[in-house]
């Protein structure tokens, strides 16, 4: 069977780590390894936010590599696309993840500054050509640390996702526009990380782009690891913890249908803490986006990127932090060639949705697009309440 390890993080995450290691039945890293650690870094958030791998976990890998006789650690990312590229460095300093290097005297690396491999004609489902990162070629030991966060399309971003930030930047967006789930696995299957653990912080589990949620209550009570060999198998105790059955997770069952890992909970083994005792309800972003904006409908997200469905997302959750209400249905149109519907209000998002005119009011430009934009339209809307005004605007 597959074994999956589950502890807890306490306040010592070295030990942690290693008792997850332990749990797996030994040492995976040897004498003389060339390692790659993989974490989320996707955008330059606080250290203990949830929306990135914690830097003590990080830091903690980095530890047992080196302690385990590794010749050569990296620490390695290629953050979201949304973020500018002047940016991209802070994904590491303004995190802690380049300190995290610095005090142990390894290498981090923005994979974006280094060569790439090119490949080509991999599947249908992925771009003709596409760059994955050299780094996850010439390792020995490729460390894979994802966070447990759940996703707009998606529904979950762990271990099979997180290899997405080895792809160059410009080729990231391009993932989307044809079966994400499907290009994510025929990824999975170029890269095949030897281990991978997923950081799940105490008591907060942010949806991806921005959406944060705190559970209705802190069954945990201390942060989590859970580790295996198998990404599939981690990814299906991610979706379980969080009260997601891992059947409905495209990723996760298309991952085991390529032969990727194990997604049948009855033939996983798993070690350390107990999972039922565990287990919390987490409500998905779309969930809580009907909820929120019930009003609201987002056209063409299936092909659209992270660069247009950030500042959707996260703005669209500022605006229900802020208690702002939208009266009148809208629809907010992203990705390539959405399907814009001409029988009431709608926002065109982005360079891929919007057409060669367009006035400000109904049309945001950009790759991406500004979320301060985004925020500023639909707060104008909010407060534009009369149904002929907005049907005016939309004609024009």
Not at 108 to 136: I, M, N, Q
Not at 324 to 340: F, H
Request: aromatic content about 6%; overall charge positive; hydrophobic content about 35%.
């Amino acid at each position: 069977m597959v074994r999956v390890s589950i502890v807890k993080t306490q306040n010592d995450f070295y030990d942690a780590f290693v008792r997850a290691i332990h749990n797996l039945g030994g040492p995976r890293v040897g004498p003389g390894d060339r390692v790659l650690i993989k974490p989320n870094l996707v955008e330059p958030a606080a250290p203990d936010s949830g929306q990135i791998t914690n830097p003590r976990v990080v830091e903690a890998a980095a530890r047992y590599c080196l302690d385990s006789g590794a010749s050569r650690v990296i620490i390695g990312e290629g953050p979201s696309y949304y973020q500018p590229a002047s940016r991209l460095r802070e994904c590491f300093t303004r995190t802690g993840v380049s300190g995290v290097a610095d005090r142990l005297g390894i290498e981090w690396v923005l994979f974006d500054e280094h060569r790439y491999r090119t490949f080509k004609g991999v599947s249908g489902c992925t771009p003709e050509e596409f760059r994955v990162t050299e780094f996850a070629f010439t390792c020995d030991q490729f460390i894979n640390l994802p966070v447990l966060k759940t996703h707009y399309l998606t529904q979950v971003t762990l271990a099979m996702k997180n290899l997405k930030g080895c792809l160059k930047r410009e080729d990231k967006p391009r993932f989307h526009r044809q079966d994400l789930e499907r290009a994510v696995v025929h990824l999975a299957r170029l890269i095949r990380p030897t281990l991978n653990i997923i950081d799940c912080p105490t008591g907060i589990v942010k949806r991806q782009m921005g959406t944060g949620c705190i559970p209705d209550r802190n069954p945990v009570g201390s942060g989590l690891l859970i580790a295996s060999t198998d990404m599939v198998a981690a990814d299906t105790l991610g979706c379980s913890l969080m009260g997601i059955d891992p059947q409905q997770v495209r990723t996760i069952t298309l991952g085991a249908a390529a032969g990727l890992g194990e997604s049948d909970l009855s033939r996983i083994d798993i070690v350390g803490e107990e999972l039922n005792g565990l287990r919390f309800k987490i409500k998905l972003p779309l969930e809580l986006l009907r909820e929120s904006f019930p009003l609201v409908e987002i056209v063409g997200a299936e092909k659209a990127c992270s660069g247009c469905l950030i500042p959707l997302l996260s703005g669209l959750s500022l605006l229900r932090e802020r208690g702002v209400k939208l009266k009148n249905p809208l629809a907010i149109c992203v990705g390539q060639e959405p399907k814009v519907p001409r029988d009431r209000p709608r926002l065109l998002l982005g360079d891929c949705a919007g057409p060669a005119g367009g006035d400000e009011f109904n049309y945001i430009r950009g790759c991406p697009p500004k979320r301060e934009d985004f925020l500023d339209i639909l707060s104008r809307r909010a407060k534009d309440r009369t149904p002929g005004r907005l049907k005016a605007r939309m004609n024009e």
